[in-house]
T-cell receptor, first 112, second 115 residues
Framework: GDSVTQMEGPVTLSEEAFLTINCTYT??????LFWYVQYPGEGLQLLLK?????DKGSNKGFEATYRKETTSFHLEKGSVQVSDSAVYFC???????????FGSGTRLQVQP | DADVTQTPRNRITKTGKRIMLECSQT?????MYWYRQDPGLGLRLIYY???????NKGEISDGYSVSRQAQAKFSLSLESAIPNQTALYFC??????????????FGSGTRLTVV
């Protein structure tokens, strides 16, 4: 079945550092890929998405590129802020699937 | 008002009790989902519904049931709660995939503790 693997956290960075959170997936066909963010005490919010190979999703300074050859969708940001502290979830919708499959989440802590 | 509203926000219940978690949405979406979140396990799908007459089990449906009372309402029930159902529960909605991959809109969650 479909699955998503994320790097374990927490990831602790200083403000203005470069962020990478790794995400790899297993799925048949051509899945759609997503990153969601969960701030403390809140539900998940869609951060960005990509629906076909080589697409780059971007939002709020975050980017991720759909790499079919490496089955990856790594999240990056050039300069993190304290306000980016949250849990980040990678997710996919497999071809013909009716619901999203989520990774285990990666907690990011940004220190001033 | 929030697009997806979950009630209650927090609930403590005793083992063996029946409990219902409610979800309502103003997005006009046909598709609704229930997930549970556990530390280190991410979100796991319990049930989903694509319209009032379409109810489907997810990967962890045992011990749960659902009711789609209307397009906008989707309730999750624990018939006889047990401690390992202690978790954070999320309701989500989405539009049809034919309109583009819009992803989900989530509620704020219900934190359930079974003692």
């Amino acid at each position: 079945g479909d699955s998503v693997t994320q790097m374990e956290g927490p990831v602790t960075l200083s403000e203005e550092a470069f962020l990478t959170i790794n995400c790899t997936y297993t799925a048949t066909g051509y899945p759609s890929l997503f990153w969601y963010v969960q701030y403390p005490g809140e539900g998940l919010q869609l951060l960005l998405k990509a629906t076909k190979a080589d697409d780059k999703g971007s939002n709020k300074g975050f980017e991720a590129t759909y790499r079919k050859e490496t089955t990856s969708f790594h999240l990056e940001k050039g300069s993190v802020q304290v306000s980016d502290s949250a849990v980040y979830f990678c997710a996919l919708r497999g071809t013909g699937r009716r619901a999203l499959t989520f990774g285990s989440g990666t907690r990011l802590q940004v220190q001033p | 008002d929030a697009d997806v509203t979950q009630t209650p926000r927090n609930r403590i219940t005793k083992t063996g009790k029946r409990i219902m978690l409610e979800c309502s949405q103003t997005k006009g979406h046909d598709r609704m989902y229930w997930y549970r979140q556990d530390p280190g396990l991410g979100l796991r799908l319990i049930y989903y519904s694509f319209d009032v007459k379409d109810i489907n089990k997810g990967e962890i449906s045992d011990g749960y049931s659902v009711s789609r009372q209307a397009q906008a309402k989707f309730s999750l029930s624990l018939e006889s709660a047990i401690p390992n159902q202690t978790a954070l529960y999320f309701c989500a909605t989405s539009g049809p995939s034919g309109q583009g991959e819009s992803g989900y809109t989530f509620g704020s969650g219900t934190r359930l503790t079974v003692v």
